[in-house]
């Protein structure tokens, strides 16, 4: 099966701690993306990929980190720096950029911080 | 501030009805796409609509798209239980990003 895995589906963490979310993809896609959604409104981006070995800050970048060291794998650290991180998280790939491609989405990482 | 914003925010029918949904933006696009998401989980593509293209169809879905008015509408046929999500519009970043720019979304809910 094609498609894009996030781990895991919940996430608890004490304030203070970092952690870091998970997102494969097996699509052989180059562009990859991770957005922020809060109840109610629409999603937020936060870092987007274009290929391997480069990202790009997004909306919301402050007290996030990535890495793309595989083409195949976009993970996201949630630092402590990061304000208010209780969110679900949704991880998300295209063949090309521009935003002209439909973009293909993992399940979501719902991180809840205490 | 968003590029697109979907009208209304909620919509609850019954089972048979249409739903129709909104979506305005603000700057030149040369695609808009409408995404579904089920409660809990990852949106999923319904459609993309070219600037050139005034109409699209798509099973029981139909986009329009007046690039004069700014506006795309979603219209969904005959609507099923299995329709209740959250519907979003997305059109490319308005900052350059090579990214899509998502709306706050509208929630249908359909009644049996």
């Known amino acids: ?114 | 501030s968003q590029q697109g914003e979907e009208d209304p925010q909620a919509l609850s029918i019954q089972e048979g009805e249409n739903a129709t949904m909104n979506c305005s933006y603000k700057t030149s696009i040369n695609n808009l796409q409408w995404y579904r998401q089920n409660s809990g989980r990852g949106l999923v593509h319904l459609i993309l609509i070219r600037s050139n293209e005034r109409e699209k169809h798509s099973g029981r879905l139909r986009v329009t798209l007046d690039t004069s008015k700014k506006s795309s509408s979603l219209l969904i046929t005959a609507s099923r239980a299995a329709d209740t999500a959250s519907y979003f519009c997305a059109t490319p970043h308005y900052s350059g990003y090579s990214t899509l720019t998502f709306g706050k979304g509208t929630m249908l809910l359909v009644s049996p």
């Open chain 1, 1 to 114: 099966d094609g498609g894009i895995t996030q781990s895991p589906k919940y996430l608890f963490r004490k304030e203070g701690q970092n952690v870091t979310l998970s997102c494969e993809q097996n699509l052989n896609h180059d562009a990859m993306y991770w957005y922020r959604q809060d109840p109610g409104q629409g999603l937020r981006l936060i870092y987007y990929s274009q290929i391997v070995n480069d990202f790009q800050k997004g909306d919301i970048a402050e007290g996030y980190s990535v890495s793309r060291e595989k083409k195949e794998s976009f993970p996201l650290t949630v630092t402590s720096a990061q304000k208010n991180p209780t969110a679900f998280y949704l991880c998300a790939s295209s063949s090309g950029t521009g935003g002209y491609y439909e973009q293909y989405f993992g399940p979501g990482t719902r991180l809840t911080v205490t």
